[in-house]
């Protein structure tokens, strides 16, 4: 089964955002609506021991995704690949894909009036190429690919950082397949 | 997460509907009292159906679509839809048996038909919120709620139709003093039931509420805008304390021991129903919007 995700490498994210706008430019995302969003965590700890890091988020690409399973029309659905897509012409706007969501990552687009989130940049993919926030962080700390293939780049990336330092959001049987490095010596991984 | 208006009284209008209904059938099918207030009832319960579910459409937006929800029949939208259909159905066909006449047992069965389909409703309504995502809600403790807050509003509604019917008796006394007489006194013994009803509901919606107040308190990922303090002492304690509270059980138990020990010297027993009643349906509306604000996903990026 292929599941593409994203793996984000925190060790190297310096908070730029330019994530955040290549994504916006891309896909024409509205204004007060977000397919993802740089957050600043910490600084934490006590002087001269503190820590602070990036956490760019976006959907998580569960592999039993909620929102999937809450939406009434299908208009919520797994591709292929595993990526989680909205149809926009099934959504009727109900927002309870958007209340199954663990982490808030979906948007309701005021004027369309259908919930939109983040698609990898499936377009571009298909075209082969990158989504937009890959191809244009200049730390290149976002990759990628099928997790569950062991020759991807992802898999390669999370091999290479080692189990410890690989870190996925609360899980509340969702299962997102994102991944995010972070090793203990830049900063300590805040559930 | 911010107050979902349109949700809040589209769960308000159709728990008042199944309250009304179900309350209605106990006490007129199965235990034979006060059947002047079928009809009347069972209407007001498909108005209140009927008001819940347009609120319900002003949450879409794209209700044009909605048809689309029968292909997901697993979706809580689907199953509310389905029974909100299946028990407007019912009532539709209960009003039909009692215009024509039909026999009691006819009657009774279409009734208790009815009454689970409402009771299930009222559940399903509730379950709906019942979210993995979402630690204030994800417990059965809301949906029981639901049901306890459904059964809370039928009683007082009831108990305003039945208040109603007993001032309209006195009045036809003065023309017709034995029917009459018969009548008030179906009515004084129904009271009595929807009395004892009310106070069982009141007393179950209250320990559901203690329940559901440790189930936030307990509950996993523990976050300040999903925490119990926030709603005891906290910005939300004027609604607890005010709006749920105070509305939902302290003013209406006042008023109801009022009505109950006939003290008519300052307010009448209707009025005295009827401010019960307004006073639940206030505390119907804090809950949920209380249900709403503490309602924070597990992680809220955006």
Redo the contacts between chains.
């Keep these: 089964m292929s599941q593409r995700t994203m793996v984000v490498d925190l060790d190297r994210c310096i908070g730029c955002k330019s994530c955040e706008v290549a994504c916006k430019h891309e896909n024409g995302v509205a204004l007060g609506c977000t397919w993802n969003k740089v957050l600043t965590v910490g600084p934490t700890g006590t002087y001269p021991k503190l820590e602070m890091y990036y956490l760019p988020t976006m959907c998580q690409e569960c592999k039993d995704a909620p929102c999937v399973k809450a939406c009434p029309t299908g208009a919520s659905y797994k591709s292929k690949d595993g990526v989680v897509l909205v149809d926009k012409e099934k959504c009727i706007g109900c927002q309870y894909c958007m209340f199954a969501c663990p982490y808030g990552v979906r948007t309701f687009n005021e004027e369309t009036k259908v919930v939109e989130k983040c698609t990898l940049c499936a377009h571009l993919q298909a075209a082969g190429k990158q989504p937009a926030c890959v191809e244009k962080c200049p730390a290149g700390c976002r990759f990628v690919g099928d997790i569950d293939d062991p020759n991807s780049e992802v898999a390669r990336v999370i091999k290479n950082a080692g189990s410890d330092s690989v870190h996925v959001l609360p899980d509340v049987g969702n299962q997102p397949s994102a991944r995010y490095i972070l090793h203990s010596k830049i900063a300590t991984w805040k559930e | 997460m911010s107050i979902?208006w349109p949700l809040v009284f589209f769960t308000l209008f159709v728990g008042l509907g199944c309250g009304i209904f179900v309350g209605s059938v106990v006490l007129t099918e199965w235990c034979g009292k006060a059947k002047q207030i079928r009809t009347i009832s069972s209407s007001i319960a498909i108005v209140a159906l009927g008001v819940g579910g347009v609120s319900s459409t002003m949450?879409?937006?794209?209700?044009e679509?909605?048809f689309?929800?029968l292909?997901?029949p697993?979706?809580?939208?689907?199953m509310e839809s389905t029974m909100i259909g299946l028990f407007g159905l019912a009532i539709i066909v209960y009003l039909l048996a009692l215009r024509r006449n039909a026999s009691d047992r006819t009657c009774k069965v279409i009734a208790t038909i009815g009454a689970v389909l409402a009771v299930v409703l009222a559940f399903v309504n509730g379950h709906?919120?019942v979210?993995?995502?979402?630690p204030a809600w994800n417990t059965l403790i809301l949906p029981l709620l639901y049901v306890a807050s459904a059964g809370v509003m039928g009683c007082f509604s009831l108990s305003v139709l039945l208040a109603r019917t007993k001032y309209a008796d006195t009045i036809a006394t003065i023309a017709v003093t034995e029917t009459a007489a018969t009548a008030e006194t179906s009515t004084t013994t129904a009271t009595t039931t929807i009395k004892r009803a009310t106070l069982i509901a009141l007393a179950f919606q209250a320990v559901l509420l203690i329940a559901y107040l440790i189930h936030v308190a307990v509950a996993p990922?523990p976050d300040i805008t999903r925490s119990v303090m926030r709603v005891l002492t906290g910005n939300l304690a004027l609604l607890f304390w005010g709006g749920v509270v105070l509305l939902g059980f302290l003013v209406p138990t006042v008023l109801m021991t009022k009505f109950y020990t006939k003290n008519t010297e300052s307010i009448s027993p209707l009025t005295s129903v009827k401010l019960s009643l307004a006073s639940v349906l206030v505390a119907g509306v804090a809950f949920r919007a209380l249900m709403f604000l503490i309602?924070s996903?597990?992680?809220?990026?955006?």
């Design positions: 979902q949450h879409l937006g794209h209700p679509r909605m689309g929800a292909g997901h697993t979706s809580g939208i689907f709906a919120y979210i993995a995502a979402r990922y309602g996903s597990i992680k809220q990026f955006f």
